[in-house]
């Protein structure tokens, strides 16, 4: 098949489903829940993760530089494993159909807000009080730890809603197979995708995870409506977090630094680097879950041209903050550039500029690397790391300057390597969104089954002249 920029792909790039529900449901099953070797692994992560954390509050709060690697793990997650979910929410808006397979992998990594959360109310006491320097809140009565705490709280609450409300249905199948389930209500087939998506017979599931879910007409109308809601309050949600979180723990700890164009750069660059954690996991999915016949060439080609996209714009709008800086060369502003990019952090920045950059766009506007599998894999790892060096040159950066109510930075913070606690904080957050990820599907499948079944009610084969077609249709 030949494709719409001419490049002919070595592989079929949609998924090769079963042709009936119940073997797509069989299929989709199969596959084994994670081992209780790898929830052990990370779980001992997670422990660690702890101990790092108790290590951290034990050398106390009065030197606020220590706590800068532990600000970053914050803003790491928040702008990857948080941010993964949106490639969902933006999909279901937009109505793409090469995201059903992918869906559920995405809102999986809603659970990462657990750990965040947690991170984030030990970080609490040390950001400083608000007289004296430049901040969002003012006078707000608790600002800015409880609107931070409230927003993280918001966040999480509605991404753990909206994988709860897409699984249902799942959920309720898994039960049935297993037959745990009670069968005495009639699936209504009315809505669109409902038939077929459940076993035939299945009756009412009145599970601890799903409630009483009947597969009724009314219930698929409100789920599909609570889905849409829920996602763009995630949406709206993130990037709120993002500004939140980017003006307290960088912006009004550094005198001088007042850019308005800096949230909007940390939501631009977390999208990417979102997606760049999609990718990876899908490829983990793939490889090692037993999804290799579900997620297929467009479920990384795709997400491979939004990441060359939002590369471009990750230049785009970090210069247009730099050069008001640059151009500027006011004191206030030369302290600024010299904390977080031409001083102590010079390096992570120069990592972030390449790895964020300049590497992903040239690797993905090539056809070949772009449309393939390995290589939106390469350069999703290579964004990732790529933020993580980011999030490191802004947050201890920030936070290695010492007095926060001066006009500008007197004194440029000394280079502050990680220590014992940092990196045990760091590995333990990200074993626990692990753990947390493999836990949940355990329970919930990694591919959303009445998604994948509603397209296969959606899409016919059809013969144009030579070539074979697919014909999708669009049932709103």
Same mark, same amino acid.
């Given at each position: 098949?030949?494709?719409?920029?001419?490049? !002919?792909?070595?592989?079929?790039?949609?998924?090769h489903?079963?042709e009936?529900?119940?073997?797509?449901?069989a299929e989709?099953?199969?596959?084994?829940p994670?081992?209780g070797?790898?929830?052990a692994?990370? $779980?001992?992560?997670?422990?660690?993760?702890?101990?790092?954390?108790?290590m951290r509050?034990?050398?106390g709060?009065?030197?606020?530089?220590?706590?800068?690697?532990?600000a970053?793990?914050?803003?790491?997650i928040?702008?990857?494993?948080?941010?993964?979910?949106?490639?969902?929410?933006?999909?279901?808006?937009?109505?793409g %159909?090469?995201?059903?397979?992918?869906?559920?992998?995405a809102?999986?990594?809603?659970? &990462?807000?657990?750990?965040?959360?947690?991170?984030?109310?030990?970080?609490?006491?040390? /950001?400083?009080?608000l007289?004296?320097r430049?901040?969002f809140w003012?006078?707000?009565?608790?600002?800015?730890?409880?609107?931070? /705490?409230? +927003?993280?709280?918001?966040l #999480?609450?509605?991404g @753990? $809603?909206?994988?709860?409300?897409?699984?249902?249905?799942?959920?309720?199948?898994?039960?049935?197979?297993?037959g745990?389930?009670?069968?005495?209500? !009639?699936?209504?087939?009315?809505?669109?995708?409902?038939?077929?998506?459940?076993?035939?017979?299945?009756?009412?599931?009145? +599970?601890?995870?799903?409630?009483?879910? /009947?597969?009724?007409?009314?219930q698929w109308?409100?789920?599909?409506?609570?889905?849409?809601?829920? $996602?763009? %309050?995630?949406?709206?949600m993130l990037?709120f977090?993002?500004?939140?979180?980017g003006v307290?723990?960088? =912006?009004?700890? #550094?005198p001088?630094?007042?850019?308005p164009?800096?949230p909007?750069?940390l939501?631009?660059? &977390?999208?990417?680097?979102?997606?760049?954690?999609l990718?990876v996991?899908?490829?983990? @999915?793939?490889? %090692?879950? $037993?999804? !290799?016949?579900?997620?297929?060439?467009?479920?990384?080609?795709?997400?491979?041209?939004?990441?060359?996209s939002?590369?471009?714009l990750?230049f785009?709008?970090?210069?247009?903050?730099?050069?008001?800086f640059?151009?500027?060369r006011?004191?206030?502003?030369?302290?600024? @550039?010299?904390?977080?990019?031409f001083?102590?952090?010079?390096?992570?920045?120069?990592? *972030?500029?390449?790895?964020?950059?300049?590497i992903p766009?040239?690797?993905?506007?090539?056809?070949?690397i !772009?449309? *393939?599998?390995?290589g939106? =894999?390469?350069?999703?790892?290579?964004i990732?790391?790529g933020?993580l060096?980011?999030?490191?040159r802004i947050?201890?950066?920030?936070f290695?300057?010492?007095?926060?109510?001066?006009? /500008?930075?007197?004194?440029?913070?000394?280079?502050?390597?990680?220590?014992?606690?940092?990196?045990?904080v760091?590995?333990g957050a990200?074993?626990?969104i692990?753990?947390?990820?493999?836990?949940?599907?355990?329970?919930i499948?990694a591919? &959303?089954?009445?998604?994948?079944k509603?397209?296969q009610?959606?899409?016919r084969?059809?013969?144009l002249v030579?070539?074979?077609?697919? #014909? =999708?249709?669009k049932?709103?």
């Amino acid at each position: 098949m030949t494709h719409q920029n001419g490049h !002919r792909p070595h592989v079929d790039p949609r998924p090769h489903l079963p042709e009936t529900p119940e073997a797509l449901t069989a299929e989709a099953l199969a596959p084994r829940p994670p081992g209780g070797i790898w929830l052990a692994i990370t $779980g001992i992560l997670l422990i660690l993760g702890v101990v790092g954390v108790g290590m951290r509050i034990a050398g106390g709060y009065q030197d606020r530089a220590a706590w800068g690697f532990y600000a970053a793990t914050i803003g790491f997650i928040l702008s990857t494993a948080q941010a993964a979910p949106l490639l969902s929410v933006a999909t279901r808006l937009t109505k793409g %159909f090469w995201r059903k397979p992918l869906v559920r992998a995405a809102e999986l990594f809603t659970v &990462s807000g657990i750990i965040n959360l947690l991170l984030l109310i030990p970080l609490l006491p040390v /950001l400083p009080p608000l007289e004296g320097r430049m901040t969002f809140w003012v006078a707000w009565p608790g600002a800015p730890q409880l609107p931070l /705490l409230l +927003g993280m709280i918001a966040l #999480v609450v509605c991404g @753990l $809603g909206l994988l709860y409300t897409s699984a249902r249905p799942d959920v309720a199948t898994v039960l049935d197979r297993s037959g745990t389930a009670l069968r005495n209500a !009639r699936l209504g087939s009315a809505w669109p995708g409902s038939a077929g998506i459940l076993p035939a017979g299945a009756g009412a599931r009145r +599970g601890l995870l799903t409630g009483p879910w /009947l597969g009724t007409p009314h219930q698929w109308k409100v789920m599909s409506n609570a889905i849409t809601y829920l $996602g763009i %309050f995630y949406l709206m949600m993130l990037v709120f977090m993002q500004f939140m979180v980017g003006v307290e723990l960088a =912006i009004s700890l #550094v005198p001088g630094w007042r850019d308005p164009i800096f949230p909007a750069f940390l939501a631009i660059s &977390s999208i990417q680097a979102g997606l760049a954690t999609l990718v990876v996991a899908l490829a983990l @999915l793939r490889a %090692f879950g $037993g999804y !290799r016949r579900f997620i297929a060439l467009d479920q990384f080609w795709n997400p491979a041209k939004l990441m060359m996209s939002f590369s471009m714009l990750w230049f785009y709008f970090w210069w247009s903050g730099f050069i008001i800086f640059w151009y500027g060369r006011t004191p206030p502003e030369q302290g600024v @550039l010299m904390t977080v990019i031409f001083g102590p952090y010079l390096w992570p920045f120069i990592a *972030s500029f390449f790895c964020n950059f300049v590497i992903p766009l040239f690797l993905l506007i090539w056809n070949p690397i !772009r449309v *393939s599998i390995g290589g939106p =894999i390469l350069a999703g790892v290579i964004i990732i790391f790529g933020n993580l060096m980011d999030r490191i040159r802004i947050y201890a950066g920030a936070f290695g300057v010492e007095d926060v109510t001066a006009h /500008l930075v007197e004194h440029t913070p000394a280079t502050r390597m990680p220590d014992l606690a940092d990196i045990l904080v760091f590995i333990g957050a990200i074993g626990g969104i692990a753990f947390l990820y493999l836990l949940a599907m355990r329970f919930i499948p990694a591919v &959303s089954l009445w998604e994948l079944k509603e397209g296969q009610l959606l899409t016919r084969h059809r013969s144009l002249v030579r070539s074979a077609v697919v #014909v =999708i249709g669009k049932p709103q």
